[in-house]
């Protein structure tokens, strides 16, 4: 067989179309899924990727919602890297260390279910996480204040998730630790990639000041389930 049309879900929020958008047999295979399976909790939101403009005419029927608004997102690409010497960079009384299995079993770290949690809504498991991908975290007494992950992999290409406790922002905590992340890509050869919404200036920010350049606006449809 030769599939024309594909569908992926990505365990949260994030539901993805590709290929033919007219092919009705899988529109409603698709649609009997989502209803059946996947079942979307009332009073919360899908982030939905397509391919092309045909599936704008179809989409909503699949997920059953008429609601649905454009949004708008941009990705980043490694350009180069800006910030070498970051470990200089640190404030007094902070560290930047690899998020590994002795990290991950160290129940006295405060905030450590923020990062578990990041890391199961995106892997199967940690373990799973831990052999196929990579993440920094920054500390200070005994806390994680901020974080980088590898969200998905596909060959030599990893995609950043980050993301900092809120009194802790604003003092280049996440800068350097994305810095951390870049550093272990280009030391491994692998090319990291930048995701976030048009509007959040700030992660748009941390991604240029880190080296990464803008290589695409694309468009993805926000749903609020009712």
Sequence with gaps: THPTSLFMWNKGPGYYFAGDGNNKEFNNSVRDIIAEYISPAPDSYMIIHYTSGIWLDTIPDIINQRSLFNAHRCFFGIDSFNIPNWKNELPDGFSIVRIDIELLANEALENL????????FMWPSVDRFLKKSFGFCALTDNKIVSWCTGEYV????IGIGIETIAEYQHKNLATLTASAFVEHCNNNGI???WDCWKRNTASIKTAEKVG????????VLWAEVS
């Design 113 to 120: 279910n923020y990062v578990t949690d990041e890391i199961t």
């Design 212 to 219: 990464f350049k803008q290589v695409l606006d694309y468009n």
């Design 191 to 193: 090319k990291a990639h």
């Design 154 to 157: 596909y060959g030599s290409h």
